[in-house]
């Protein structure tokens, strides 16, 4: 059971009777800046599974939405890498969330602009988060709105973005629902991606896994895993796609945060009951 409050303009999540502890999973959305999740802590709440700006990639944000070619404007390196055709992400002010029997909900909408001022598009992230036995449940349904005509270019990575805190002499495992590992995933269609790795704190390892609709765009979907192994469905590896001037576009997400290793038959029956609930 998890209770949620709006704290200083984040949205922290809490299993309740715990709200003198440390949030589960933070919202983050302030003016004029990417909107993320992050901190999220395993399950048992021992351990940070996300990290925010790392040295190697400063614009990542723990789990996050970001896109490289929408009409020729980046949405991916937030200006960090000194491009001048980079976009910006303007949050509106965050609302208290709601909670029923248990389950959190809340909505993080945002416009995002041109380096003109312009506005692109408008987003709308709307997650629930559950705990489902020792598994903490998010599901996201993001949806762009076109405020003019938009073409997304083809690109090898883009979308729901996850940024755990890899470390090189700790290494970590990767799996998608197709049995492939590692840089073996990158760029490969699969239902799901699960990353596991030991963090500071723990004494066993924890991880994340993100699962694709089935009523997704290029479902399953093609994936960016990185050397840090960063994942991301990225719908732009398959190619450029389009939206008109006032249509909308829906993909959904349920990302499983847990302690121990991968458990492929855990996240498979997860995937099961989200595609046909």
């Known amino acids: ?17 715990e709200e003198g502890g440390a949030p589960f999973v933070t919202q983050n959305a302030a003016a004029d800046a990417r909107p993320h999740l992050h901190p999220i802590l395993a399950p048992d709440g021992v351990g940070t599974l996300t990290e925010d700006a790392p040295p190697h990639h400063p614009w990542q944000h723990g789990l996050y939405v970001g896109l490289n070619d929408v009409n020729g404007v980046g949405f991916w390196e937030e200006g960090v890498g000194g491009n001048a055709e980079d976009g910006t992400f303007h949050p509106r002010p965050l609302k208290a969330p709601t909670t029923t029997d248990g389950r959190v909900a809340w909505n993080v909408e945002s416009v995002w602009r041109d380096p003109d001022g312009h506005d692109l598009l408008g987003e709308t992230q709307a997650w629930t988060a559950a705990v489902s036995g020792d598994v903490l449940v998010l599901d996201m349904a993001w949806t762009l709105s076109a405020r003019t005509d938009l073409t997304f270019g083809e690109y090898a990575y883009g979308g729901l973005f996850l940024r755990m805190p890899y470390r090189q002499q700790r290494g970590g495992t990767m799996m998608n629902s197709e049995g492939q590992a590692q840089q073996a995933a990158e760029g490969q269609r699969a239902r799901w991606v699960a990353v596991a790795m030991q963090v500071d704190g723990r004494e066993s390892p924890a991880g994340i896994a993100i699962l694709d609709h089935k009523n997704n765009a290029e479902h399953p979907v093609p994936w960016r895993v990185d050397g840090q192994l960063g994942i991301s469905p990225s719908r732009c590896i398959a190619g450029a796609w389009k939206i008109g001037e006032g249509e909308a576009v829906l993909t959904q997400y349920r990302v499983l945060v847990f302690a121990g290793d991968i458990d492929g038959a855990m996240i498979d029956d997860a995937w099961q009951q989200f595609v046909t609930q």
């Open 1 to 17: 059971m998890l209770t949620a409050a709006l704290v200083e303009g984040r949205i922290e999540v809490r299993r309740q009777g």
